[in-house]
């Protein structure tokens, strides 16, 4: 065995250990840190990459949501409003059928009349207000409600308008209607009965698209908690892996810097030959 004070080969070699293990132990304590096995990508740059295309899916998808909720909300009123018009309707169709008795004394038909032009004119208000976020889906005009139903906003759903308006196809009693006369209230019964009719199909409508907008809120909710899952799996730490890691790192740390303590007090031995 050659001896020599320029070259410690054992030194060397337990300073390349210990190097080794102080670059593992600094990456796991990383881990420990962030809960994460690749937090950057010098960590892993091909997982990286994946994870942070999957983060910009689930940014859209949160888009999506949030597009749906307005919407849901939009439909909300807009069946709201659909619902009182019906119930208006109803009413009205009680006045009208009590004003159509020939029988009935003036007082009486007027006192019907001014009820029943209340709640024509009721409405009016109630359509002409049924608006969220700018947009009324009953009115004359009203406009479609959109929903982005994906990550890059190139799916929609679209609900269809609906025109509660009075004068309307769907509401056909127009505000110069009244049943102010036997005559005229019977005329009025069989408009009222046509729009109780088609004011339901409209409902049914708007009903049959927040339900489709309820399933695919629900349908965007799972599928980002996947992507968030998928990600995870990518990404994330075992902690408990992580853990014994560590500690079996700073034991292996210990050990090196005990043999590099030994390796650097071998040269000493020489002393001894010449003594």
Do not use: H, W, Y
């Not at 009590?98 to 029988?103: H, L, P, Q, R």
């Not at 609900?159 to 005559?183: F, P």
Request: hydrophobic share 40%; aromatic share 2%; glycine share 6%.
């Amino acid at each position: 065995m050659a001896f020599s004070i320029n070259t410690n080969k054992g030194a060397l070699f337990a300073l390349q250990q210990l190097n080794a293990t102080n670059a593992k132990l600094e990456s796991t304590q990383t881990q420990v840190n962030t809960g994460k096995k690749v937090a950057s990508s010098k960590d892993n740059a091909a997982v990286f990459a994946i994870a942070q295309k999957l983060r910009s899916d689930i940014s859209g998808l949160n888009a999506a949501k949030s597009s749906l909720d307005r919407a849901l909300s939009t439909i909300d009123v807009a069946i709201a409003a659909g619902e009182a018009v019906s119930d208006l309707l109803v009413e009205m169709k009680e006045k009208a059928v009590s004003a159509k008795d020939v029988g009935l004394d003036s007082t009486s038909r007027a006192s019907l009349n001014d009820d029943f032009t209340q709640l024509r004119d009721q409405i009016s208000s109630i359509v002409d207000n049924a608006e969220f976020n700018g947009i009324n889906a009953v009115k004359s005009g009203g406009e479609d409600i959109v929903a982005i139903t994906n990550d890059t906003g190139a799916n929609t759903i679209t609900i269809a308008a609906q025109n509660l308006s009075l004068g309307s196809s769907v509401v056909n009693i127009s505000s110069s209607d009244t049943i102010s006369t036997s005559t005229s209230a019977t005329t009025t019964v069989t408009k009222l009965e046509s729009a109780i009719t088609d004011v339901n199909s409209s409902l049914s409508k708007l009903g049959a698209g927040s339900k489709r907008l309820d399933l695919q809120k629900a349908f965007v909710g799972k599928l980002s908690d996947a992507i968030e899952v998928g990600i995870g799996n990518l990404v994330d730490a075992d902690m408990a892996k992580t853990s014994a890691m560590l500690q079996s790192l700073q034991v292996k740390q210990q050990l090196g810097l005990q043999a590099l303590g030994i390796a650097n007090s071998a040269p000493q031995a020489i002393t001894t030959l010449f003594q």
